[in-house]
């Protein structure tokens, strides 16, 4: 499993494009990995033979697991199978090592694996065979059926009497793998945990578990949501998106700075252009000759320090089917407005499929959210680190507006910047917007 970027550790193999000891040349897509945001395609660096596929197709793997053998066509399978028992994967150094590495090491005497090859971790290998237990007999909690060190624990633990103490009757629960709230009402309501299948993670019996087998109902919060309650788990995109902004928000100290600017003559500029771009492609660009203006804004925050960047690369939000995509628009201060158009044509139609390069999508130096074509009038968007601000784009809407002393209906857009300030100060991000407005207002210099 290749690396991209610093923050993979784990991949999905999506679909194998080469049969297994079909020879393939230089060049030939031998499978899609998805990621966080993309599906890659690798490539073959050399004409070749896969004589074993060792992933599955639709499983997750870590960063360095082994998901395919290439070698000669007609190889002895001993030898195969000698190579990927003896394969290690490289450590990707990404939280618990009992999730990381793939092939278990080789221990003298140790238990087979069963003959559904499936997945177990070195430490659980080891623990099992030094147990003596048959790895088939083991029910795996991790991901795809995978066998943890805590499943064979589970699988040897024993079963001591343990009693409660306090206004509970002592009763014995043996060595069930349950958490205290489900031991107490078990004692409570007499359950016998050990007759218990745990639903919690890993197979722990949780409180509703307990409750379950009491014949103990919780009512749920509402009639509908009992008839229509539909639960879903989240995408890779979708749990990548919640971790990344959840992080912002309470992380980063968010001030906003919110500004009207008239359209009717940015609108007039764009109804006589040929080809014609649309409004997000003349913010775009007046984004980026903002920031060259103000270059407090044109930031990158790691940390304690500030990358202060050479060029305005400006991240746009693409709604995709599986979530929010920032494709980046580089060197955007030095392409024109139709030159801009192009380059998001391409990148939107791009990250729709999923087929954007890591480098299109991760750097930049600042966002833009537009939510107008829906209709939005205003909204405050989310710093996407390590950027220092985010401008966010409502639908333009006549309102009234002083005009040379007169009162005038015209569409306005009202945009609201949302800066770091651990980075960026008030007055900054007030210059930043009072150029943009004037920017904007006057669109023969975009």
């Avoid at 005497?109 to 147990?131: K, L, N, W």
């Avoid at 009402?185 to 019996?205: E, N």
């Avoid at 940390?303 to 995509?325: E, S």
């Avoid at 809407?397 to 609201?416: F, K, Q, T, W, Y």
Wanted: charged share 20%.
């Amino acid at each position: 499993m290749p690396k991209w970027g610093i923050e993979m550790s784990e991949g999905t193999v999506a679909e194998w494009m080469v049969a297994e000891n079909t020879p393939f040349e230089r060049g030939t897509v031998l499978t899609l990995i998805e990621t966080d945001k993309i599906t890659n395609e690798i490539e073959a660096e050399a004409p070749g033979c896969l004589v074993r596929l060792i992933a599955r197709a639709g499983e997750t793997y870590p960063v360095g697991a082994l998901l395919a053998v290439l070698g000669d066509s007609g190889t002895d399978p001993a030898a195969i199978d000698a190579f990927v028992g003896s394969f290690k994967g490289a450590n990707a150094s990404f939280g618990d090592t009992d999730e990381v590495e793939l092939a278990p090491p080789a221990v003298a005497g140790a238990v087979e694996p069963a003959p559904d090859s499936r997945m177990i971790s070195p430490a659980a290998f080891v623990a099992a065979s030094a147990a003596g237990l048959d790895i088939a007999s083991i029910a795996g909690t991790g991901r795809g059926g995978r066998i943890s060190l805590q499943d064979v624990h589970q699988a040897t633990r024993q079963a001591p009497t343990i009693s409660l103490k306090g206004a509970f009757e002592l009763i014995p629960i043996g060595g069930s793998f349950a958490s205290p709230m489900a031991r107490r009402l078990a004692a409570l309501h007499g359950v016998d945990l050990a007759g218990l299948k745990g639903t919690g993670p890993r197979g722990r019996i949780c409180k509703a578990d307990v409750l379950a087998a009491a014949d103990i109902v919780v009512p749920l919060a509402s009639s509908a949501a009992e008839a229509g309650l539909v639960i879903e788990a989240m995408s890779k995109m979708r749990r990548t998106i919640a971790r990344r902004l959840t992080l912002s928000k309470s992380t980063i100290p968010h001030f906003y700075v919110r500004q009207r600017v008239r359209a009717d003559r940015l609108m007039a500029v764009r109804a006589g252009a040929d080809p014609r771009p649309s409004l997000n492609d003349y913010l775009i660009r007046a984004c980026a000759l903002a920031l060259r203006q103000v270059p407090a804004l044109n930031i990158q925050v790691h940390g304690d320090d500030i990358h202060r960047l050479p060029t305005a690369d400006i991240a746009v939000a693409v709604a995709t089917d599986g979530g929010l995509i920032t494709p980046i628009v580089t060197a955007a201060c030095q392409r024109s407005a139709a030159d801009i158009a192009t380059v998001m044509r391409d990148l939107g139609t791009r990250a729709k499929a999923g087929r954007l390069k890591q480098e299109e999508f991760e750097g930049g130096s600042f966002s833009l959210s537009n939510l107008g074509m829906f209709g939005v009038e205003q909204f405050d968007a989310i710093i996407n680190p390590p950027h220092g601000a985010i401008l966010a784009v409502g639908a333009a809407r006549p309102e009234p507006m002083a005009d040379d002393g007169a009162i005038r209906i015209v569409p306005m857009l009202h945009l609201s910047l949302s800066c770091d300030h651990r980075a960026i100060d008030g007055a900054d991000a007030g210059r930043f917007m009072m150029t943009l407005v004037a920017l904007l207002e006057a669109p023969e210099t975009l």
